[in-house]
């Protein structure tokens, strides 16, 4: 709509007509309270928090109600406002316990800033608080009744935000409380989003209460480690003995893709970190065939060797790398050239989800044509073919319910079952379970509906999911790209598998997708195996055959998932970096204590293509990232650590200043300035961002917008492929692609190691009568 | 509702509902309503009701709930077959409402929202009834009985006794 412009306690501000008048200001910088209004959602006009005086209208006006229009004039501060807002904050402290000494919400509750601001922390009233016993609605949300202020933040949260509808309003008046649709039991999707809009004390969360205060915390923005979809995470994070531990996650700065948007998985699945089965020593498997206990320099030096040995003596061919969907771009990068420039071998692989090299394949010398999460977000129209976002990708379905609800996008969906997002499809159309092949083709045909309303859209992102693999990927992207102004997502299951895929993990293909028979693929490492190796079920069928001597799996559990047995891998020497004692892990000869993406820096790719930096935030000892510990192996084995991890030379240099004199502290001083422009110097052969500068240099598409993503946004990346080659997968007739289809409350091994997500999952299936959502 | 689903309500009021859930151009419009009906012939809101008044009108038994614990006309316990609302608002009050009420309470042996033991009465003090001109007044389920002294309550309540063994009211 066209700008006006009006008077804001004299300032002349300009926005469309139509604006609401509080957000308006809150552009303009001038703050005006609310508890009941939260953007994005409905407006509720309860709290009258937000009071302004508007030129010749005889009553105080809510700014969250008031639209601007031409030549308005406002004032938000005054002697009378502020007499209103006090009022209003006393009624709100005539029920509202004055515990915050003890409440979590104490430092940063909405509720007691106001009072601090307005001063209504004397009471007028004589009356005697209601007070009422708290409640546990479920493992992850407990109400305490008598602090509510009635915002119905969380009611439109749980209902417009999450289409979950579980929250109400009971009784009325004084009487009048949350409640959930179980009974005392609350039956949701747990993504804990009404603790975090709570403006006061009233939602707290199961796994933060009473442990800290918001000012004991450090507060660190890093990736979510669970699905693909890479929502940033806030994680309050505090010192203990032997290091920092994570008690909050939360992105209550709205930063990022996601915006203030987490699951269950996000929000409460961090504490897998703190597990007590946690390894925390390298094992190395003694004489009696039992793991102990070992040093690192002990445990590098054997692995380091007994890889040289077996590499010198039967060549790379005999040895195998597994990779990991969990780990960052750097790791898998350097993995991958760890695996062919010091294995030399190209037999490496990982767990795939999702057949990315066929998508690469499909787009093949076409720019541009992906869609990253932003790019969703605005488009006005979404083919969803196949999925189940609500329960995989949780931030798509989010991304998805908000554009249809506040931007008006149209939504398809084509499924072979019923999904929740139907209640946001303009037009759905059911597929038979083996029908996502013939799409582009029913969708050409133009009879349906479904196809014409699809056919008509100017613009679209057909987002797919993980039932289109191989040929049907190629159909429905070839289908695509006839037409103007389609953009592609595909629909993968963990934190980095798309990182996994695009940094190379293949036995035939190089990072960036590019072929391993390609002449000068990477021209900076000459002698390069050009022959496609094995890919990971073949790499165990070799171990069992003898024909592998060795295995080096990192963050993976391939034993579990492909039902290895110990009798295949009893002559092959195998080496594991994990968290935990897996079943991969178990059979392994040496163990390497590996860190989880929350405690490591680097980056990630989602699903989207959207690459995110990862900070770290929680600290133990006795572990390292799996950065590092590939780097002290290669060097353990003899390798060049200067030619792995280009560090000190090119990229930025460290300026280490004066030891002396008056400028003496110079590198600390710059080690400052460096940090504040989020920069580092690549000064340790352990610093990931020394090979994200390779990375950039040499993988095709990943040209990252480098300013954007130190300051904590996504760069988007494009996939690149030479024309014309042919996946290992189409070969050998093989699809290797097993999706994990983890839910709302699993997430692989990290999963099984998390109480809080057990517990939900417990909670869902047992403890509520009936399943939840749709 | 198709006809063949089951359903708690009388062939009568169901055809009522079936009727309302049709009238509003928003389903649960008709949801106040639907709630007192059901409430008069089957006595209070039970689960069951909530649970089939929220399908009638596609919402959730939360949403249902969270309207119906709203008003303190509907009920989510049994009442009495005769449920006595005596009004002590201002002006049943200044014209002895209370005496009136406490006369109840006495006949009766129950307090507010009280039921008596064979179920016959249930006693409620209500706010405004509309009967101010002829206070004080009470209601019997949809009867009124207006400019009342401590001394009628007895005969009242014979009549409804009386009802309730099946006999004819007195005149």
Not at chain 1, 537 to 564: C, I, K, R, Y
Request: one cysteine or more.
């Amino acid at each position: 709509m066209a700008d006006v412009t009006f008077t804001v306690d004299g300032k002349i501000l300009t926005a469309p007509a139509g604006t609401l008048l509080i957000d308006a200001c809150r552009k303009a910088g001038i703050e005006i309270p609310a508890f009941c209004y939260y953007p994005g959602l409905s407006l509720q006009a309860a709290c009258r928090m937000c009071v302004v005086r508007q030129e010749k209208v005889p009553k105080l006006q809510t700014a969250c109600t008031t639209t601007v229009a031409e030549g308005q004039v406002f004032i938000t501060e005054s002697a009378e406002i502020a007499q209103a807002r006090k009022a209003t904050i006393q009624l709100l402290l005539g029920n509202h316990p004055l515990d915050c000494p003890v409440c979590d919400a104490g430092g940063e509750c909405e509720l007691q800033d106001m009072t601090f601001k307005y001063g209504a922390g004397e009471s007028l009233y004589s009356e005697a608080k209601q007070h009422r016993e708290e409640q546990q609605w479920s493992p992850a949300v407990f109400y305490d009744r008598p602090r509510c202020i009635l915002c119905y933040r969380c009611i439109r949260m749980c209902g417009e935000g999450m289409d979950v509808w579980a929250l109400g309003v009971q009784n009325r008046g004084v009487n009048s409380v949350i409640a959930p649709n179980g009974g005392d039991q609350l039956d949701c999707e747990q993504c804990g989003m009404c603790i975090d809009v709570c403006p006061v004390g009233a939602l707290t969360s199961g796994s933060y209460r009473y442990k800290t205060r918001p000012w004991e915390m450090n507060h660190v923005s890093t990736v979510c480690t669970h699905c693909a979809d890479g929502c940033k995470v806030t994680l309050g994070v505090r010192q203990v003995n032997g290091g920092a531990e994570i008690v909050r996650a939360d992105n209550r700065d709205k930063s990022g893709i996601n915006g203030d948007f987490l699951c269950a998985k996000g929000r409460f699945g961090f504490d897998f970190v703190e597990n007590p089965e946690r390894l925390t020593t390298p094992l190395i498997r003694n004489a009696q065939g039992k793991l102990e206990p070992a040093t690192w320099e002990r445990a590098l030096r054997f692995a380091g060797e007994k890889l040289k040995e077996i590499r010198d003596s039967k060549g790379g061919t005999a040895i195998g790398v597994v990779g990991s969907n969990r780990t960052t771009n750097e790791e898998n990068y350097l993995l991958q050239k760890f695996a062919r420039t010091v294995l030399h071998t190209n037999n490496i692989d990982h767990e795939r989800s999702t057949d990315y090299p066929a998508f690469a394949l499909a787009l093949a010398g076409h720019a541009g044509k992906t869609a990253g999460l932003g790019d969703i977000a605005a488009a006005p129209a979404i083919l969803l073919v196949g999925g189940n976002p609500t329960e995989e990708h949780p931030l798509l379905a989010w991304t998805l319910r908000t554009s249809v609800r506040l931007n008006r996008a149209r939504l398809y969906v084509a499924n072979s079952k019923a999904i929740k997002l139907d209640r946001q499809a303009r037009l759905t159309q059911e597929l038979p379970p083996d029908g996502y092949k013939d799409l582009a083709a029913f969708l050409d045909l133009g009879e349906a509906d479904f196809s014409k309303a699809v056919l008509a859209e100017e613009s679209l992102v057909v987002v797919f999911g993980q039932e289109c693999r191989g040929p049907a990927v190629a159909d429905l992207v070839a289908w695509g790209l006839k037409r103007p102004n389609v953009r592609f997502a595909y629909l993968g299951d963990q934190a980095n598998s798309r990182g996994a895929a695009d940094m190379g993990l293949f036995p035939d293909l190089l990072p960036g997708y590019v072929p391993v028979t390609e002449p000068g693929g990477f021209a900076e490492y000459p002698g390069l195996p050009a022959t496609p190796g094995k890919s990971l079920p073949a790499q165990f069928a070799a171990a069992a055959t003898g024909e592998l001597s060795a295995m080096l799996v990192v963050g993976a559990n391939p034993v579990l998932g492909l039902g290895v047995s110990a009798e295949a891998l009893k002559n092959t020497f195998v080496i594991v970096q994990d968290l935990f004692l897996t079943e991969t892990a178990a059979l392994a000869d040496v163990v390497f204590t590996a860190v989880s993406l929350y405690e490591k820096s680097g980056t990630v790719t989602n699903t989207f293509g959207d690459v995110q930096m990862v900070k770290k935030a929680a600290d133990r000892a006795g572990v390292k990232s799996d950065f590092e510990i590939l780097v002290r192996l290669a060097d353990a084995m003899g390798a060049d650590i200067k030619t792995l991890v280009p560090f000190g030379k090119g990229g930025v240099l460290a300026d280490l200043g004066q030891s002396r004199g008056a400028q003496a502290g110079e590198a600390d001083r710059h080690s400052v300035w460096l940090a504040a422009n989020n920069l580092e110097p690549r000064l340790s052969p352990f610093d990931p961002l020394a090979v994200l500068d390779e990375i950039e240099r040499l993988v095709p598409g990943y040209k990252l917008d480098r300013i954007n993503l130190l300051s904590g946004n996504p760069a988007h990346t494009e996939l690149n492929l030479t024309p014309g080659f042919v996946p290992i997968s189409a070969l050998d007739g093989s699809d290797l692609a097993v999706p994990t289809h983890d839910g709302l409350f699993t997430s692989g091994t990290l999963g099984r190691y998390s109480p809080a997500l057990n517990e939900l999952e417990q909670h869902q299936t047992h403890e509520v009568a009936a399943p939840a959502g749709d | 509702m198709s006809p063949e689903t089951m359903t708690l309500f009388s062939p009568r009021l169901a055809a009522r509902l079936d009727a309302l859930v049709q009238k509003y151009p928003v389903k649960r419009s008709a949801l106040i309503p639907m709630l007192l009906y059901a409430q008069d012939e089957v006595g209070y809101l039970s689960d069951a009701v909530i649970s089939e008044v929220a399908e009638r009108i596609g919402i959730t038994e939360l949403d249902v709930r969270n309207v119906a614990t709203y008003y303190s006309m509907l009920r989510f316990k049994p009442a009495g077959k005769f449920n006595i609302q005596v009004c002590t608002n201002i002006s049943c009050m200044l014209r002895g409402g209370y005496e009136v009420y406490e006369r109840f309470q006495e006949e009766l042996g129950i307090g507010h929202k009280g039921v008596t033991a064979d179920g016959v009465f249930s006693l409620e003090e209500v706010e405004c009834i509309g009967a101010c001109c002829w206070a004080p007044a009470i209601q019997v389920n949809y009867d009124f009985h207006d400019e009342l002294k401590p001394e009628l309550v007895r005969g009242i309540l014979d009549g409804y006794r009386f009802q309730a063994e099946g006999k004819a009211p007195h005149a």
